[in-house]
């Protein structure tokens, strides 16, 4: 694999886990009002459920890749249609106000129940399996090592680099949480995402096999 796809791949997996969505936001509420043991069991949920959208991604593509070019032609511009829809539906989002109770400290911690509730969250969200779909080919170098061997690889990446974004998050909840909360934060992190979205279709949309 280049270094400069994998450099890239890491690149724009921060930025679409740091800014603001359903995941990380509900990282954040689970870490304050319930503690960051919480948020980090849910984060290990969550970032696992990854593997799981990686696996149907490369053995399903790769094949598509490996032998049929209209076929993977076909994917390649649904997929960037898909993105471009994503970026589209980013520029429609409104400011979610997170609210919180108060800390409870009578609760007990459970992890594997929280670390099955993130992985449920995640693995069953289709869209995240669309994205997925969408985003692991632009990465791929056709002539590198096996595509499915490439496609993994990429997933256990983002699903690292997500646990530690995650996991700084439960820890740092209490200091992010005005953070999210503002104006002027939430607008700079959603014309962000549109901007990475738009940038990501186009890419994929333009690349070649």
Known sequence: MQIELILSFLLASVLLTF??????????????????KNGIAISIGLCTGV????????????????????????????GAAY????????????????????????ETFQLFPLIRKGFLMNVLN???????????????????INITVQMIILGLIFMVQALVIFSLISILASRLTGYVNNA???????????????ILGLTLALSGK
């Open 19 to 36: 800014m603001p969505g359903p995941d990380n936001i509900f990282v954040l509420t689970e870490s304050i009002t319930k503690g960051q």
């Open 51 to 78: 593997l799981i959208h990686t696996l149907a991604a490369a053995t399903g593509l790769s094949i598509v890749i490996q032998k049929s070019a209209l076929a993977f032609s076909v994917i390649k511009y649904l």
């Open 83 to 106: 993105l471009f829809y994503l970026a589209f539906m980013a520029t429609k989002e409104k400011k979610m106000e997170v609210t919180l109770g108060k800390k409870s400290k009578e």
């Open 126 to 144: 289709p869209k995240v399996s669309l994205f997925f779909i969408a985003f692991l080919p632009q990465f791929i170098s056709p002539n590198g």
């Open 184 to 198: 002027k934060f939430w607008k700079i992190t959603k014309w962000s995402k549109v901007g990475v979205l738009s």
